[in-house]
């Protein structure tokens, strides 16, 4: 499937191109070579912030999701060795932060996240969940339908909210809808966008629907 980048875009993926051919980049490396790993993703990822590369979808550059993921394709080709590390590090446990993470937690870890300086990673804990997880559900944001009004679907699990955000993702929109005091996010199509014709108005209802298959019990 082929995607018109934009000119920004296309400056991210020359970017990494042209950091990786530098000659004080590492190199690739068979996955058995260890040593000095540690030292050898740092100096990658402070390269590749430099550039702008660890820092695309956290601040306001101007690149969109689709050049986002044509920079991550072409570190992915050039260098398999860091590519994972930096992804966690950065689109994972950066994103997690700066999305969901305290004031302190910000100012603590996020800066030398996206300067490369430091590599994140993620371990879930089970003590903050209720024994057993019970009654816990992962749910993919794709995977839930938003429509308009308070009406409910034949055949779905549909539940009634707000829409209390709309984030602009390039060629995707990201709804966040309250219910119940509960927040799920779901993703729509521009054009869905225009559609379903809402702005984050506690007084507008919309229906959230999951297909049966897409809920899945995280443990029991």
Not at 57 to 78: K, P, S
Not at 121 to 143: F, K, Q
Request: charged share 20%; glycine share 10%; aromatic share 4%.
């Amino acid at each position: 499937m082929n995607f018109d980048l934009s000119d920004t875009d296309k400056k991210l993926v020359a970017a990494v191109e042209k950091v990786v051919a530098d000659s004080g980049y590492p190199r690739k490396a068979a996955a058995e070579d260890t040593a000095g790993a540690g030292d050898s993703i740092r100096s990658a990822a402070a390269m590749l912030a430099a550039c702008g590369y660890l820092t695309s979808g956290i601040d306001a550059g101007g690149d969109t999701a689709v050049g986002r993921m044509a920079a991550m394709e072409t570190l992915a080709a050039l260098d398999n060795r860091h590519f994972l590390p930096l992804e966690m590090s950065v689109r994972v446990a950066a994103r997690l932060i700066d999305s969901f993470g305290s004031t302190e937690q910000k100012e603590r870890h996020l800066a030398g996240l996206l300067a490369g300086s430091t590599i994140g990673a993620l371990a879930l804990s089970m003590t903050a969940t209720p024994p057993a997880a019970a009654g816990w559900v992962a749910i993919r944001p794709e995977d839930i339908r938003i429509l308009p009004g308070n009406g409910r679907g034949a055949g779905q699990n549909a539940v009634i909210g707000r829409v209390i955000e709309t984030v602009d993702r390039g060629p995707y929109a990201e709804l966040s809808v309250e219910t119940d005091g509960q927040v799920l996010t779901g993703h729509l199509t521009r054009r869905e966008l225009m559609e379903l014709d809402v702005t984050p108005d506690p007084s507008q209802p919309v229906r959230l629907e999951i297909p049966p298959d897409a809920i899945h019990p995280l443990a029991s």
